[in-house]
């Protein structure tokens, strides 16, 4: 399986981006899907997940409220939407998805990583 993510870019504060993460190499479906970043010296933290089951996509705690994930099921495909962007979004932004039933919120547990799209916020 291998994650493309796209959409990454220089912006200003207040500006919007949108990510897409497509999936290829094979089909499935009971899959979380989502984006974790990672800032320089600063931990992986989890962005936005959309659990495979229906269940409410599930948001970072500096996110919520200004970034909106999607799923295209028919396309394998995962969107972030990112609105009212702040220079501390600044980041690699890694897609990620897992087949098993392990937590949302720790990247351990994702068996899948694209190669990360770096998007900058400047003030």
């Known amino acids: 399986v291998q994650l493309q993510a796209s959409g990454g870019g220089l912006v200003q504060a207040g500006d919007s981006l949108r990510l897409s993460c497509a999936a290829s190499g094979r089909t499935f479906r009971a899959v979380d899907m989502g984006w974790f970043r990672q800032a320089p010296g600063k931990e992986r933290e989890l962005v936005a997940i959309m659990p495979w089951r229906g269940d409410r996509p599930v948001y970072g705690d500096s996110v919520r409220g200004r970034f909106t994930i999607s799923r295209d099921s028919a396309k394998d495909t995962v969107y972030l939407l990112m609105n009212n962007l702040k220079p501390e979004d600044t980041a690699v932004y890694y897609c990620?998805?897992?087949?098993?039933?392990?937590?949302?919120?720790?990247?351990?547990?994702?068996?899948?990583w694209g190669q990360g799209t770096q998007v900058t916020v400047s003030s």
């Open positions: 990620a998805a897992k087949t098993n039933r392990a937590s949302l919120y720790r990247p351990l547990n994702y068996d899948y």
